[in-house]
């Protein structure tokens, strides 16, 4: 899944976010309380604001869930077990599709 946030923004809302996921907000707050690897800031008003390691973390989370089918408490399991393997094997793929796509662009462009 390739998500589309500015790079150059510290800080994401919870709207962004569950918009660039194509998500409801408030799984995005489940997941918030659900995983220990989540830690938005919160501003004055109390709303979650998400860094972009936060943003790696849920795409890692919606990876698990919803790509692969892993129950919650198998998610947060793989996560702690195997969370440095997981992550680069993630990133891995996430650079491997990115190259598709601008592959793909330049096939089209032929």
Do not use: C
């Not at 650079?95 to 096939?107: D, M, P």
């Amino acid at each position: 899944m390739h998500i589309e946030l500015s790079k150059d923004k510290l800080y994401f809302s919870i709207g962004e976010v569950a918009k660039a996921f194509g998500v409801n907000a408030s799984l995005i707050r489940f997941w918030d309380k659900e995983f220990d690897i989540l830690k938005p800031k919160k501003n004055a008003k109390g709303n979650r604001m998400f860094t972009q390691e936060d943003v790696k973390n849920l795409q890692l989370i919606y990876h698990l869930v919803k790509e692969r089918g892993f129950t919650l408490e198998g998610a947060k399991t793989h996560l702690k077990d195997k969370q440095k393997k997981t992550l680069d094997t993630f990133e891995i793929i996430a650079k491997l599709e990115a190259v598709k796509t601008e592959l793909q662009k330049i096939k089209n462009g032929l």
